[in-house]
């Protein structure tokens, strides 16, 4: 099925861990973007601290089609309704949850601190890529990261979605 099949409702789920790496992009101040000159092809050249991606390992944008699987002892999670805050962060919109929500992997709880928006997604699938990429990122006691990512295909106004929606910057 391609991921620009219709059916509104479909979404791919990926869950990708980072052992308490944060992405050398987002912790350095040079301005970087998926595309055109200060695109993942010139990530290495803007900063010293984007370095790592020239080598092609642990850089975003990834492509998931050769991924392999990986059994998670019994992920959980334990979400409620919780406050946020919504912020323009120059390269998405980032949503700054309130409150203990855990994913828990592998006896490991990890809170959920925010989620962000990629809008076409960030990754792809064989090259495919979706209307919208959703992160959930988590964070446990040691600063190790959990990102959940769901891909989202076009499709109706999804419910769940709307309280966010509805206060997005234009």
Known sequence: ??????????????????????????????????????????????????AICGNGQRQSPIDLGGATNRDVANPQTAYQASGATVVDNGHTVEVDVDGTNILTLDGVPYRLTELHFHSPSEHTINGNSFAVEVHLTHQGDNGAVAVIAVFIAGGSENPALSPILSVLPS
Do not use: K, V
């Open 1 to 50: 099925m391609s991921p620009h099949s219709t059916g509104a409702r479909r979404c791919l789920l990926a869950l990708g861990l980072a052992a308490g790496l944060a992405s050398a992009a987002a912790a350095a101040p040079a301005r970087w973007s998926y595309f055109g000159a200060t695109g993942p092809d010139r990530w290495p050249a803007l900063s010293n601290a984007y």
